[in-house]
Nanobody
Framework: VQLQASGGGLVQAGGSLRLSCAASGSIFSIGAMGWYRQAPGKQRELVAAITSGGSTNYADSVKGRFTISRDNAKNTVSLQMDSLKPEDTAVYYC????????????WGQGTQVTVSS
């Protein structure tokens, strides 16, 4: 199983980016999917998560600005990031619970998001 993330880049404060992550390989089912981020010198933190049924939760710092979604047919998860702030600068990682109900989680390779002031 592999997770391939894409969509990072450099954007000015107030701008938008969309991250995408595709799971591939021998996949029977996928449980929760999510996005984490890690800024320099800080611990990795949960940004947003979505269950297989579509329930979502967000870090307080991104509520109202970021939107997570998934396409179960394509095994993808996306993160729409609007009103970006310099403090959103980090490496963003996608994560997926595969298979559904498993304790096993897979990580994508990380994609850099840089927000300039």
């Amino acid at each position: 199983v592999q997770l391939q993330a894409s969509g990072g880049g450099l954007v000015q404060a107030g701008g938008s980016l969309r991250l995408s992550c595709a799971a591939s390989g021998s996949i029977f089912s996928i449980g929760a999917m999510g996005w984490y981020r890690q800024a320099p010198g800080k611990q990795r933190e949960l940004v947003a998560a979505i269950t297989s049924g579509g329930s979502t939760n967000y870090a307080d710092s991104v509520k109202g600005r970021f939107t997570i979604s998934r396409d179960n047919a394509k095994n993808t998860v996306s993160l729409q990031m609007d009103s970006l702030k310099p403090e959103d600068t980090a490496v963003y990682y996608c994560n997926a619970q595969i298979p559904y109900g498993s304790s096993r989680h897979y990580w994508g390779q990380g994609t850099q998001v840089t927000v300039s002031s």
